[in-house]
């Protein structure tokens, strides 16, 4: 399992912005806990930050193809507008996670109550501070996102079947995979 962790804008800036909202531990802090994490689950995970729209899409893109098996975003205030984002992690057949620090919910501001990315995710999870990027890499492996988008494509390309989810298809793959395997040493 290879994970990929992108923080967006400000960020960067954990422990010294709106400490009364998201808290006085730094972001260096927050990526050891991702990090002490994914060593405990022995999987690999990378960790990325931007404060610029276009570098997070570039990266989401990239996960295509670099052998990411599922993406955990906090999509900062991009997360009430950016179609942009949204577009780009629809564009790429893997579980996907949103995480927000706060709950968007209960901010004072009302556009902050606007989520356009959470659709395109498989799990929102908001206002469990750090430690919703611990539930969300929980929620990875507990999914078994072990799959590149490569990997599903391919299996949806040789699929006969639209009622099969991603993963189903892919289990039907390897079983056939498997049986063919015993066909052969049987001969």
């Avoid at 599922?70 to 996670?97: F, R, W």
């Amino acid at each position: 399992m290879k994970l990929l962790v992108i923080n967006g804008p400000s960020l960067g800036s954990l422990g010294t912005r709106e400490v009364e909202i998201f808290g006085k531990k730094n972001y260096d802090y927050l990526c050891q806990q991702i990090a002490k994490k994914a060593a405990e689950s022995e999987i690999l995970v990378e960790i990325y930050q931007s404060n610029h729209e276009g570098d997070i899409i570039d990266r989401i893109h990239q996960s295509f193809e670099d052998g990411t098996t599922g993406i955990i975003i906090n999509p900062a205030a991009y997360a009430h507008y950016s179609y942009c984002i949204y577009d780009a992690l629809m564009a790429v057949p893997i579980p996907k996670v949103q995480v927000h620090i706060a709950d968007l919910d209960k901010r004072a501001e009302e556009w902050r109550h606007t989520n356009v990315i959470g659709p395109a995710c498989n799990e929102v999870i908001m206002g469990r501070g750090y430690d919703g990027y611990i539930d969300a890499i929980d929620f990875m492996i507990r999914n078994k996102a072990e799959y590149t988008a490569m990997d599903i494509l391919k299996a949806q390309e040789e699929s006969e079947s639209c009622d099969m989810s991603d993963k189903e298809r892919l289990e039907a793959q390897e079983a056939a995979k498997e049986a063919e395997r015993k066909k052969v040493v049987e001969k």
